[in-house]
T-cell receptor
């Protein structure tokens, strides 16, 4: 099975711009979660989508949003970029086929976003 | 969620078994133990999880003590590619419809020596 894929892998944006990141989960996985990783804060949960619905959200401002499509692919959007948004953005998919597996997450390689 | 304690770093010789301990003395009865690792510049990798019974898969074995207050992740034949930060995470199943994400602490930096 192919793993989780994320595009693009690297991105450079300017303060004030917006950005959209894409994630394709492992085939058959219906849950997609997004995380932000920075050296200072470590890995932080952004949100989870399951069956096209946002099921849970971390403590991030409304500038961070996402969506999931019927094929389980997901996108996250960050509007009005700030310098502090520079980070590695990771997507993780989960089979969620049994309840205990909800935290059995398979991560993609991430998108490295640099805001200048 | 129960707090976990892991040593900040460990060394292991290539080919030997790597035993990574995790203390979770405040674990609740409904909390699972999950192990992940993150190799430099890559996304975290799921390894294994368990509730109270020992678990084994193609990557590792998970030994949970009878009182569930600690666990050990065992990599049976460590290779240089196993050098990574290993995270022990304790989580209960989500009570609502959504998973509220994993919380990664500082983990154990395992260095496999040639």
């Amino acid at each position: 099975k192919a793993g989780v894929t994320q595009t693009p892998r690297y991105l450079i944006k300017t303060r004030g711009q917006q950005v959209t990141l894409s994630c394709s989960p492992i085939s058959g996985h219906r849950s997609v979660s997004w995380y932000q990783q920075t050296p200072g804060q470590g890995l932080q949960f952004l949100f989870e989508y399951f069956s096209e619905t946002q099921r849970n959200k971390g403590n991030f401002p409304g500038r961070f949003s996402g969506r999931q499509f019927s094929n389980s692919r997901s996108e996250m959007n960050v509007s009005t970029l700030e310098l502090g948004d520079s980070a590695l953005y990771l997507c993780a998919s989960s089979p969620r086929s049994r309840l205990a597996g909800v935290y059995e997450q398979y991560f993609g390689p991430g998108t490295r976003l640099t805001v200048t | 969620d129960a707090k976990t304690t892991q040593p900040p770093s460990m060394d292991c010789a290539e080919g030997r078994a790597a035993n990574l301990p995790c203390n979770h003395s405040t674990i609740s009865g409904n909390e699972y133990v999950y192990w992940y690792r993150q190799i430099h510049s890559q996304g975290p990798q799921y390894i294994i999880h368990g509730l109270k019974n020992n678990e084994t898969n193609e990557m590792a074995s998970l030994i949970i003590t009878e009182d569930r207050k600690s666990s050990t992740l065992i990599l049976p034949h460590a290779t240089l590619r196993d050098t990574a930060v290993y995270y022990c995470i304790v989580r209960a199943l989500p009570s609502g419809g959504g998973a509220d994400g994993l919380t990664f602490g500082k983990g154990t930096h395992l260095i496999i020596q040639p």
